[in-house]
């Protein structure tokens, strides 16, 4: 059974800022390198943020400098940072660790619309 569960997204104005937040089950979650993913309308799912256990992260080049992730390993929870939002990151975003053979499923994602 699939336990992510995404919140915090909403409607923003270009240049605003939201704070995404993840809550991951212990098998997925633990020792693994957790990631946000993002689907934009029309578009294939794509990686956004990741994170190792350690707290290495990496980032697509299109969010480089306005995101930040983060994560909790007590709590198992990981957080996306989203400053100076584009209408371009609109889109439904996920968590979910960043290598595949860990994954179980996906979760609902939470909504991002980026408007004036």
């Known amino acids: 059974q699939v336990q992510l569960v995404e919140s915090g997204g909403g409607l923003v104005q270009p240049g605003g800022s939201l704070r995404l937040s993840c809550v991951a089950s212990?098998?997925?979650?633990?020792?693994?390198?957790m990631a946000w993913f993002r689907r934009g309308p029309g578009k294939q799912r794509e990686l956004v943020a990741s994170?190792?256990?350690?707290?290495?992260?990496n980032y697509a080049d299109s969010v480089k400098g306005r995101f930040t992730i983060s994560r909790d390993n007590d709590k198992n929870t990981v957080n996306l940072q989203m400053n100076s939002l584009k209408a371009e990151d609109t889109a439904v975003y996920y968590c979910?660790?960043?290598?595949?053979?860990?994954?179980?499923?996906w979760g609902q994602g939470t909504q991002v619309t980026v408007s004036s």
């Open positions: 979910n660790a960043q290598e595949p053979w860990y994954r179980l499923g």
């Open positions: 212990g098998s997925i979650f633990r020792g693994k390198a």
């Open positions: 994170i190792t256990s350690v707290g290495t992260t």
